[in-house]
């Protein structure tokens, strides 16, 4: 497959944030940079195939896009899994779904979550399915869709335990047949969402899947329905339905407690170091100077930082890797770098490339990883990966496209 690229070539008056075509190798577009993310566009292919696979024939596979496509960067993704046949994608707020339009994705766009009677002349603008929860956002979109000639399509969602967005079983099945009736508009789906996909004692789903199954039955005209999500996808065969609802699996991380080889991570995060220094014995490095050297230490300067979405609750808890060796990071994470101890290596110096997420060698640090040693969940640390690291999209090492922040 030939990923589209933006006829467009980087250059110095090129504005922030838009896209710059590559015909060089990753280390040709890297190489005066401080710090990207690479997104290995074959690894989304790959797990695009693998997920086809998991659910069989006759499910359409939802790519799930919403948080700037979990810190991978969304025009890029989003285009991709256009290019890669995914049935269709789910944003979280109508702003994405625009965003997603803007890049020239044309494909079917869902957006899952809550909109306003407001959003609804954007909806119809750029064709957005939205998860519809009241009567007001449906008029709205009914009234913009008929005097612009069009379908608006919506969702409606049932709260079936989760209690988060959606609308209880009374009032969706009210909701739906209301809506039914409203001129240039179709209700075509309906969903929920599982409260426990990825615990080890999921039962909780059979008590959600029984509420949203009588939602069906007494909603059998509406012909689209999905409740899954990447661990409900692949442990649940029956919840499948429809559709499935596939994020943090797509770009090759299995969520917990599913079984999921096969899945190849798609994100690598690198860095140049930036400065080389000798701390002597006794003396302390980085705020609060929390970290002091036994015995004089080399350490490296990272420029990746919290306001990159590398946490402070990382500090002294990580290590990186440098020339497929790792090494520990040292005192606190500041905002825009850290430091490493690299006083075991031969020979470390600025410039040298620095891998806190991906491969190096024959050694590799996995998002799982990084979240354990935060304390938190890889979907946080994978969604908090910020706009002003460049996402250098690239096949076998070949640059297809480059996002800068």
């Given at each position: 497959m030939t990923f589209p690229v933006p006829d467009r070539r980087q250059s110095a008056g090129r504005s922030p944030g838009a896209p710059a075509a590559g015909n060089g190798s990753l280390a040709d577009f890297t190489n005066e940079r401080n710090a990207w993310i690479e997104v290995d566009v074959g690894a989304?292919?790959?797990?695009?195939r693998f997920l086809r696979e998991a659910v069989g024939s006759g499910v359409e596979l939802i790519g799930v896009v919403k948080a700037n496509a979990y810190g991978h960067g969304a025009p890029g993704v989003g285009a991709?899994?256009?290019g890669l046949g995914v049935d269709r994608l789910a944003v979280a707020w109508v702003g994405e779904g625009v965003a997603l339009r803007q890049a020239g994705v044309r494909c079917p766009v869902l957006v899952l979550g809550h909109a306003y009677p407001s959003d609804a002349a954007a909806a119809v603008a750029n064709d957005l399915t939205l998860t519809c929860h009241s009567a007001a956002v449906g008029t709205e979109l009914s009234r913009e869709a008929w005097a612009a000639g069009r379908t608006a399509r919506v969702h409606i969602k049932v709260d079936t335990g989760l209690h988060r967005f959606g609308v209880d079983l009374e009032e969706a099945v009210g909701l739906a047949e209301h809506l039914r009736r409203f001129p240039g508009l179709e209700v075509e789906g309906l969903s929920t969402h599982m409260a426990n996909a990825d615990e080890e004692d999921?039962?909780?789903?059979?008590?959600?899947?029984a509420l949203y199954r009588e939602a069906l039955r007494r909603l059998p005209w509406i012909t689209f329905r999905h409740v899954a999500n990447s661990a409900t996808a692949l442990r649940r065969p029956a919840l499948r339905y429809d559709g499935v609802r596939c994020g943090l699996s797509l770009y090759g991380v299995a969520p917990p407690n599913t079984p999921a080889q096969g899945l190849r991570p798609v994100l690598s995060l690198r860095a140049r170091v930036a400065r080389v220094t000798t701390v002597p014995d006794g003396e302390g490095a980085s705020y609060g100077l929390t970290w002091r050297a036994a015995g004089a230490r080399t350490l490296a300067l990272v420029p990746v930082g919290y306001a990159d979405g590398w946490r402070r609750s990382l500090s002294g808890r990580f290590t990186v890797l440098v020339g497929g060796r790792r090494y520990p990071?040292?005192?606190?994470?500041?905002?825009?770098q850290f430091l490493v101890d690299v006083s075991a290596a031969a020979l470390v110096r600025e410039g040298d490339v620095v891998t806190l997420i991906g491969m190096d060698g024959g050694d590799g640090i996995g998002v799982d990883e990084i979240a354990g040693q935060a304390g938190t969940i890889s979907w946080e640390i994978l969604a908090g990966l910020q706009a002003r690291l460049p996402r250098v999209f690239h096949?076998?090492?070949?640059?297809?496209?480059?996002f800068d922040g």
């Open positions: 989304l292919a790959a797990n695009v991709a899994l256009e999921d039962s909780f789903s059979d008590v959600q899947d990071g040292v005192g606190r994470v500041a905002m825009d096949r076998e090492g070949a640059v297809q496209v480059i």
